[in-house]
T-cell receptor
């Protein structure tokens, strides 16, 4: 176990709704990265938070947003859900940028 | 955009044999690479990493080789066990100065035959 936890485990939403996913980083880690993993694909980088600031973003639209809190836990928010947003959402924590990342178990989001 | 690809999408090996999983990367500026193992229904599990100032790194039953000349990465698993069956990803950090932004390949599915 990595010590990285995510909630909820599974979620079903309707197209157009909004969703918030949560991640608790491993103790001692100040960096959280979020990834989207479609079925049969590798994880795709969404964005990273380092010391409560966004520290890089992948090719995702602005309706994907995030937060990092003083305890380094993090949220991923997705507005105006689309069917293609159905995926496994993974967060990974690390001791800092450019350190090895440790992943949580993921949140399976289904958009109907 | 960045490209991280794997030569073989599936690999089957006999229990006890050695496994080799290959990965090509496209950005010669990438300086940090990680191999992950992902079992069904779980998040990726860190296996081993390597930085570009090295060409080989060994862990417990695993070895990663980095050939910067041809931009190739490989993961060797010694004495493969049924518990090694999973999808293996190589991940590349193509922007070493802007944070931990890793790009993953599609993955290789390893099946160990008892």
């Amino acid at each position: 176990e990595t010590g990285v936890t995510q909630s909820p485990t599974h979620l079903i939403k309707t197209r157009g709704q909004q969703v918030t996913l949560r991640c608790s980083s491993q103790s001692g880690h100040n960096t959280v990265s979020w990834y989207q993993q479609a079925l049969g694909q590798g994880p795709q980088f969404i964005f990273q938070y380092y010391r409560e600031e966004e520290n890089g973003r992948g090719n995702f639209p602005p309706r994907f947003s995030g937060l990092q809190f003083p305890n380094y836990s993090s949220e991923l928010n997705v507005n105006a859900l689309e069917l293609d947003d159905s995926a496994l959402y993974l967060c990974a924590s690390s001791a800092g940028p450019n350190y090895e990342q440790y992943f949580g178990p993921g949140t399976r989001l289904t958009v109907t | 955009g960045e490209s991280v690809g794997l030569h073989l999408p599936t690999l089957s090996v006999q229990e006890g044999d050695n496994s080799i999983i290959n990965c090509a990367y496209s950005n010669s500026a990438s300086d940090y690479f990680i191999w992950y193992k992902q079992e069904s229904g779980k998040g990726p599990q860190f296996i081993i990493d390597i930085r570009s100032n090295m060409d080989k790194r060994q862990g417990q039953r695993v070895t990663v080789l980095l050939n910067k000349t041809v931009k190739h990465l490989s993961l060797q698993i010694a004495a493969t066990q049924p518990g090694d069956s999973a999808v293996y990803f190589c991940a590349e950090n193509p922007e070493p100065n802007t944070g931990n932004q890793f790009y993953f390949g599609t993955g290789t599915s390893l099946t160990v035959i008892p």
